[in-house]
């Protein structure tokens, strides 16, 4: 099956801050979301982004379907931005049974 | 619109009872799908329901079973609960997966049901 590999797996940042996370996955995907889980374990869609870019206010994400990667920026983050991000794909035509990285860790201080 | 509705919230079994968790998707979505949170294992899929029917299902013992009823709710159920079933569930719905649109194919959480197996 489809493998998602995510880093880094912990991110320690200065509120203000920038950051990059980054997806890589095993095989071609005709879906891929990237979500944030708070500290409340609450999942929040925050992309579908199979393939090129999309941006969400301080957030952005891009996805090279060729080259089988996948990044989501951060950018001024805030402390509000802490928690875990993740990254799931499938290749399933049939259906969303998403794949789902470890994630990255994320802890914004002030 | 409301969200992801999860029932109960947090669960508290002991080993060799089943439970039942519930699950109603948001207003118009078909798709629900479960997955399971643990520490050493992470995000891992359960199964998918879309218009009554499993349409995907994950690597799980047939412990784990499912359905969903004409409305889109649906159902989980653990019979013969084993100490390494304590997890998160969480479940998630879609409008129509499998027809590649955005749209279609985001996935919405709910909380989560917390079950403890003692």
């Known amino acids: 099956g489809i493998q998602v590999e995510q880093s880094p797996p912990d991110l320690i940042l200065q509120e203000g801050a920038n950051s990059t996370l980054r997806c890589n996955f095993s095989?071609?995907?005709?879906?891929l979301q990237w979500f944030h889980q708070n500290p409340w374990g609450q999942l929040i869609n925050l992309f579908y982004i199979p393939s090129g870019t999309k941006q969400n206010g301080r957030l952005s994400a891009t996805t090279v379907a060729t080259e089988r990667y996948s990044l989501l920026y951060i950018s001024s983050s805030q402390t509000t931005d802490s928690g875990v991000y993740f990254c799931?794909?499938?290749?399933?035509?049939?259906?969303?049974?998403?794949?789902f990285g470890k994630g990255t860790t994320l802890s914004v201080s002030s | 619109k409301a969200g992801v509705t999860q029932t109960p919230r947090y669960l508290i079994k002991t080993r060799g009872q089943q439970v039942t968790l519930s699950c109603s998707p948001i207003?118009?979505?078909?798709?629900v799908s479960w997955y399971q949170q643990t520490p050493g294992q992470g995000l891992q899929f359960l199964f998918e329901y879309f218009s009554e029917t499993q349409r995907n299902k994950g690597n799980f013992p047939g412990r784990f079973s499912g359905r969903q009823f004409s409305n889109s709710r649906s159902e989980m159920n653990v019979s013969t609960l084993e100490l390494g079933d304590s997890a998160l569930y969480l479940c998630a719905s879609s409008l129509a997966p499998g027809t590649v649109t955005a749209t279609n194919e985001k996935l919405f959480f709910g909380s989560g049901t917390q079950l403890s197996v003692l």
């Open positions: 799931a794909v499938t290749a399933n035509q049939a259906g969303t049974a998403l794949i």
């Open positions: 095989d071609s995907v005709n879906n």
């Open positions: 207003s118009g979505h078909r798709s």
